[in-house]
Structures are given as C-alpha cells and as structure tokens.
C-alpha cells in the first residue's frame, strides 16, 4: 500500500534560520512526487513534482530533493510570509494523490 | 473562471440531514477529484472523474457519500443522513487533460489545481 510520512509535525524557526522538512514514502513505482504549501482557510497551492532519484527543482527560499525513499523539502532564510502547512504527495492509481499529514511551518521574526 | 471554485464556503448542517458540496473546475480541465480534510489530518482522496465517468470511487467512506459530474464540468458531492464524522473540509481539484500520465514524459502537465474548499460542521 502507498504510504506517506512527514516529519516534524510541526517546526517553529526564527526568521534567517534555515532547516529541511521531510517526506518519506512507500510507493510501488514513483510516478511522481509532489509538495504542496497550504494557508489557514485555502486549498493547497502547487510548488514542485519530483520524478526521480537525484532530482532537484528550486523556487525561491524552497528546494526539493529526492532520493529512492524520501523527499526533503529545504528552507533557505525563511521569512514569517513563508509560514504555512506543506504537504507532500505520491501519485497513486489514477493519479490520484496520497498524502502525508503535513508540516506546520511557524517563521517567527 | 481562473481557479477552481466550490461552493458554500461554510456549511453548517444538523446531524441527519443532506447537503450537496459543488465544485466547479478550470475550464478544459477532463479530470476532477473529491479529497477530505479532516482536522489535524492529511488529505484523503474521496472520487476521481474522467468526463462525466466515475472510474476510482474507492475513498468513498460509505454508502451516503456520492458524486455526480454532468457536461464534463460541474461536480455535486451529496452526503446523505450527515454524521458528527463528516464534519471536515471537502476540497476539490482538477487536472489536464486527462488522469492517466501513462507513458508520457514527466512533467507538470498533470498536477491538480486545488480549490478552496467547503467546511463542512455537523451539528
């Protein structure tokens, strides 16, 4: 069964300190791998998909790695406008996502 | 419209009662998903349409859930006899142009395009 787990649950940084969130799964076959950002009150919002080992895509303060059982998810100087939930997710049957629970992220100047 | 739409934004409902959740998704977009929110807990996928077609329904927590999908577009989630357990967040996403990525080059050309959701509190 596809499976998803992000760690920490939560993650209070101060603004400047940068840190990685993680995403592990189980997956027979990747066909992708995807992290969301979520603010309180709105659907989840595209940042990156991932395809295969080795595989590195950056937007601004965030990049994405991945590995053959993990995703990380790095934060560069965050800034408090950066606080949010992030979501990773494999694409299932159907291309339907699995996710894990997510990472609250707190930025605190 | 430039986003997927749902629609209530809120909704508040007495244990027992119907309520129907729509979705509207970007134009063009063949592909259609439900997933649920639950407080603290990650999303779950509900149903999958292709067109009007309902080909994965396996999230579907019981037989009070259904979806419907008419003229490829518009989507209606219906919970039947609400319970105290259906109270989440119901959101909605679409894709293009089709579910399946097959064999074709990886891309972004499938992701989901979420929107923002209907809360939904049983009383």
């Known amino acids: 069964e596809d499976q998803v787990t992000q760690s920490p649950e939560a993650l209070r940084l101060q603004e400047g300190e940068s840190s990685s969130l993680n995403c592990s799964y189980t997956v027979s076959g990747l066909r992708g791998l995807f992290w969301y950002r979520q603010d309180p009150g709105k659907g989840p919002e595209f940042l990156f998909t991932l395809y295969s080992a080795g595989e590195e895509k950056e937007k601004e303060r965030l990049k994405a790695t991945l590995t053959k059982k993990e995703s990380f998810l790095h934060i560069t100087a965050p800034k408090p406008e950066d606080s949010a939930t992030y979501l990773c997710a494999v694409r299932g049957g159907y291309n339907k996502l699995i996710f894990g629970a997510g990472t609250r992220l707190a930025v605190h100047p | 419209g430039a986003g997927v739409s749902q629609s209530p934004s809120n909704k508040v409902t007495e244990k027992g009662k119907d309520v129907e959740l729509r979705c509207d998704p970007i134009s063009g977009h063949t592909a259609l998903y439900w997933y649920r929110q639950s407080l603290g807990q990650g999303l779950e996928f509900l149903i999958y349409?292709?067109?009007?077609?309902?080909?994965?329904k396996s999230g579907l927590p019981s037989d009070r859930f259904s979806a419907e999908r008419t003229g490829g577009s518009v989507s209606t989630l219906t919970i039947q006899r609400t319970q105290q357990e259906d109270s989440a967040v119901y959101l909605c996403?679409?894709?293009?142009?089709?579910?399946?990525?097959?064999?074709?080059?990886?891309?972004?050309?499938?992701?989901?395009?979420f929107g923002p959701g209907t809360r939904l509190t049983v009383l």
């Open positions: 996403a679409s894709s293009s142009p089709d579910g399946l990525a097959g064999d074709r080059p990886p891309s972004s050309y499938n992701e989901q395009f």
């Open positions: 349409f292709q067109g009007n077609s309902a080909p994965d």
